[in-house]
């Protein structure tokens, strides 16, 4: 998945001279996650812009920059740091453009790598996609396999919105299929990614592949879920989810983020507000422990979902 | 600077004066909505600066945008407007009285939240750098903005990066109701350009033809060799916004500084120079009027903005309901 | 509701010398919102302290004072500003006790006051509670009623937990009785605030004014809705919201926030989850239409969830 | 300053080192995880600097804090049990090496966002005031961490109040793989400063005596007169944490910089002037190896924490589930 993330940075640079890099480290050092080696030398200091460690004003100087006409790339090097930059994504990436009457638009892509599992304890392990999620004027995105990666982040570059494209640090290692070259994948479009009649497992991101696991479990139990993954949070495209629903009338949610208030809550009011009358039994989420995560390694996988609780919570739901 | 230069400043500074006072009764009146922060005492600032910027320079500031945004050449009819929130205002009746902005004068806002506007400027002239265009972006903010982390992270990067910005803080001596000394470290605010190695100046606000100078020079020297911090000792005659208690202050103080109302000054300056005749002033004083009057009116007659404006203008692609 | 806080606020002072203010304007100013006017007279300048306008270091100061034995009550003058101090607050308030294991606590409040419906425009109206109420570490109290806010103010400012404190700026007006001196009512617990048989609506803040304008009008109908204040949005006390709901088998949610990702989602997940069989109708949300909101004031008003819009929502699900 | 107290210097310095050599160990065999930030080569600012610090004085750092922790009094052994996430651990096995503390010693974190401390520092500053203790906060951070909004909000806060902390800068040249002078806009971080009028101080953080008074004259000035800023020039020998390619450094450079091993630099120092036997030195290695050794057995014999202990800890008062 590194690879494809990497590659649509480097072909969408290539197309367009206005769209350039900015961050820790994404110079001189590669990109903490290597995902922008080599870019630095190739595409030199100006198009490669190393930061201080100031996390507002690096998506503040993004947001200056897309308003004046550039489509920066902006990358935080994890999404616990977007906190410290929240005001300029919540209140100036998502509504510039609406608050002036549309005299211009605010291209940026704000890149963030977020997740648990890594032991870096309760400030560095989050999965917080969900409050981002909730702010109209965004975009957010967040891609479960390195084809979907790579196509959402160039279709996020050429976006004239203001996309959160978020990373799973535990992704990057996924292999995958990935058409080279030019490859889009439209914004704000659900997909199934694996096909089943028995229960709907709606996930996203990192959970996507956990579920996929799950579901081949499962398979061998006779059961086949129908995996689909969301990919972009807002705006949240149901089709998908309502149409696999209404053949399975059943649905597991799996996200790694905490449950309150969480992704996973949403799905399931949205499925009961637009397909009551095919509910047979009701929906569970299955989501991370409501703790800070702690460091010790046991103690952390202990509040991550992991596929053992999917599998459970299909079993619950049959 | 020949004498019509000197009459349009003087008519573009009482324009927002009488503007403003205009809005003050149109609040009054209910007609105008939100919050109100008047510019009034603070006119010789964005004449002074803005009457020496290129048209490819670009400017932003804070919520106290209405003399900004005029100065940046915006009609005064637009500006109001878009107090009343109509369909007509700069903004179309969806950013009030903190954000006017008109793209097509380089104006780019109005920013209600304290300090937040600073790195978008700084992101402006990295823009402006990138393409190897000589533009400055002009940024101004308020004393008491100098003390919020958005300051510290802008100046350092536009230093680091060289960037192309005249950074202008409006030493009002107040933020809200806190005086310069009880919120920042340091009383004069271009010490603090020193823990950057950012050159740096400090001028009198409440007389327009020394901002003037001191923009022209600070201009020159960010074209020449970066960022620059261009402190103006300045003050507001009104309330932080109306409804103000103003307990922080007393009337005498207030009285002190309106003996130096930047209006008046300059007044004096070009009639004791015999400069510009009073009668000429006086027309440019009525025109200015007049011109208050007209947007007034325009603003009052423009249509409310359709209910479908609603979700128009947040994304260009895309549904908004998700 | 002003007299409520302030009167909490100073009895705390009065009665607990650890007890401190520091904020934006909350000294010589007596308060943006008046709350605090005359203590800065009556504490003096070391109590009540007027800080720079600088949100992170308001709030990373009070966490400072807190876990060093203090009882700092912070104030951010709006919500709006809290994104400022993002960091501060899910990532240390939060986070602060368990990453160490336990060895001190956060005594900390925040209060910030939110909402919409004062032509304020798109960053200074906003109702972002819920995103707060996802991280776990927090408490998140947010009052509807005069009572409740002196009551729930002085368990936060006693509690030794960290609390964000959420008031909402058109109900400083709002009247009603308030039991004067030693007064609390419990953090995380729910309240009906009217009783009826037909209908659930549950509600917070603001919107619970609303709500009961919305019963009395449904009342004349012959139609008699129970009213839940959830008064705490973490921890969330679903209990009453359960038994009303067992009995009236019906619900709206009415919140003031963006209703994707909101805390009707949650709250209807909920229900689902725990009362299943007792869904006679899909339960409805009533929020705020999914826009920054605008400065004209029809505009924002059509944005904002209206006394119509609960009782339309209430005839749908009977 | 007698002997013993050299002697104690020293071992602790040789103490530090050793237990980060065997860390860096235990990480490769995968007994540590999540990130491991080693202090090697910046020994004699902990040293040196806590070696006059008073009992009721407080400090915080960053992540990088194995080294401060130890100067602090927190035994080698619940250091190395918090490494492996032992619930004898500083923190329970919770935090892990970024999150080491010892209220009992007023050590206070170890704390992984950077920057975030500085307002905890001036905040528990805050409370010794309030309380009219003469104690004083000692603040550590990098040189990385003076270009973020949280240095400058917390430094003009420090000054405006009056707040006892000791800002301490450990300028080891980089953060991550930037150079001070790719990221800040003085070279020289005690400039930053002058942009609070604040007393402060440099001094070449090789030299742990030289740090030591350096850090006696920073603390008596805090006491006396309010924050002071110490920027201490030192260098981490090692890669930013494990796993750092470093390619943006040279090994001539950190080859040029272990000339100046500050435990070597040291020793040279004691033998030259003959304050401390060659015998005197090595017996303080050969103990601080025992310790090291004895830590490492303690952290690898004691307990995971109980499954329980994940809900534990959180909130004082009520469910941890909602
Ligand atoms: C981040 C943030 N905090 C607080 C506020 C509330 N507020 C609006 S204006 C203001 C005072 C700003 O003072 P100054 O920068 O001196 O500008 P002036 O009003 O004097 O022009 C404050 C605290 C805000 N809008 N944004
Ligand atoms: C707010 C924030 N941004 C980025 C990071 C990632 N990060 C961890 S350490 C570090 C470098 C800090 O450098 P410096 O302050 O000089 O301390 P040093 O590591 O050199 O001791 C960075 C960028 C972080 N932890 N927090
Ligand atoms: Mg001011
Ligand atoms: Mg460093």
Redesign the pocket.
């Known amino acids: 998945m590194r690879e494809a993330i990497s590659q649509a940075l480097w072909e969408e640079m290539e197309r367009d001279e206005r769209v350039f890099i900015l961050g ?2 994404v110079g001189v050092w590669g990109g ?1 996650y290597a995902v922008t080696k080599g870019f630095y030398d190739h595409f030199g200091p100006e198009r490669v812009r190393d930061t201080p ?1 100031a ?1 507002s004003v690096i998506v503040g100087a993004a947001n200056g920059a897309a308003i004046a006409g550039l489509r920066p790339v902006a990358e ?3 999404i ?2 977007a906190f ?1 930059a929240m005001d300029q994504i919540v209140n100036h990436s998502a509504k510039l453009r609406s608050m002036f009457g549309g005299q211009f638009t605010v291209p940026v892509v704000i890149r963030a790598v977020g997740g648990g599992g890594r032991q870096l304890g309760a ?2 392990s989050q999965t917080p996609d969900v409050i981002f999620a909730h702010f109209p004027g965004l975009k957010v995105v967040a891609p479960g396999t390195p084809a979907d990666a790579k196509g959402l982040l160039k279709a996020a570059i050429r976006s004239d919105d203001p996309v959160m494209y978020i990373e799973h640090a535990t992704l990057y290692q996924t292999r995958g299929e990935v058409p080279d070259g030019e490859f889009l994948e439209p914004i704000g479009v659900s997909k199934v990614q694996r096909q089943g009649r028995d229960v709907t497992i709606v996930t996203y991101s990192k959970m996507l592949q956990l579920s996929l696991q799950a579901a081949e479990q499962l398979s061998k139990g006779g059961v086949e879920a129908e995996v689909v993954d969301l990919r972009t949070l807002r705006p949240l495209d149901m089709g998908p989810v309502l149409d696999s629903f209404r053949r399975t009338n059943r649905a597991v949610i799996v996200e790694e983020g905490w449950r309150s208030f969480g992704v996973g809550a949403e799905v399931a009011a949205r499925i009961y507000e637009e397909a009551f009358d095919y509910v047979d039994a009701p929906i569970r989420r299955v989501a991370q422990k409501e703790v800070p995560l702690p460091y010790n390694r046991q103690l952390e996988q202990s509040a991550l979902p992991q596929v053992e609780d999917i599998v459970r919570a299909v079993r619950e739901v049959l | 600077m020949d004498r019509d230069e000197h009459v349009r400043m003087y008519r573009e500074m009482v324009l927002v004066r009488r503007m403003e006072e205009a809005a003050a009764v149109l609040y009054q009146q209910g007609k105008i909505g939100g919050f109100l922060h008047l510019y009034i005492g603070q006119e010789a600032v964005s004449t002074g600066i803005l009457s020496v910027r290129q048209p490819q320079d670009r400017v932003i500031t804070a919520y106290r945008d209405h003399g900004i945004a005029v100065s940046c050449g915006v009609p005064a009819q637009a500006v109001m407007a878009e107090l009343l929130g109509k369909v007509t205002g700069t903004s179309k009746g969806k950013g009030g009285s903190m954000h006017l902005a008109d793209v097509g004068v380089n104006f780019w806002g109005g920013h209600a939240i304290v300090g937040a506007h600073l790195p978008l400027a700084a992101g402006m002239a990295l823009a402006d750098k990138y393409r190897h265009s000589d533009a400055v972006t002009l940024c101004f903010f308020g004393d008491g903005a100098t003390n919020i982390g958005y300051f510290h992270e802008s100046l350092n990067l536009s230093k680091v990066w060289q960037l192309p910005v005249l950074w202008i803080c409006e030493n009002n001596q107040y933020g809200m109701g806190t005086a310069v000394d009880r919120a920042s470290a340091v009383s004069e605010i271009r010490q603090k350009a020193e823990g950057y190695g950012m050159a740096n100046a400090r001028v009198d606000g409440m007389n327009v033809l020394e901002v003037r100078e001191a923009a022209e020079k600070a201009l020159a020297a960010v074209r020449q060799s970066g960022p620059f911090l261009l402190e103006v000792l300045t003050y507001r005659f009104r309330g932080h916004s109306m409804g103000d208690p103003e307990r922080y202050r007393t009337s005498d103080e207030v009285q002190r500084w309106q003996q130096d109302d930047p209006i008046g000054v300059y007044r004096r300056h070009l009639l004791d120079h015999k400069i510009v005749t009073a009668k000429a002033l006086d027309a440019a004083e009525v025109e200015a009027e007049d011109q208050v009057a007209a947007a007034v009116r325009f603003a009052e007659e423009s249509p409310e903005p359709a209910p479908e404006a609603l979700v128009a203008d947040i994304y260009v692609e895309g549904p908004v309901e998700p």
Do not use: V
Request: hydrophobic fraction near 40%.
């Open positions: 820790e480290e903490t460690i996390e935080l090097m994890t616990n740091f410290l400030t560095h």
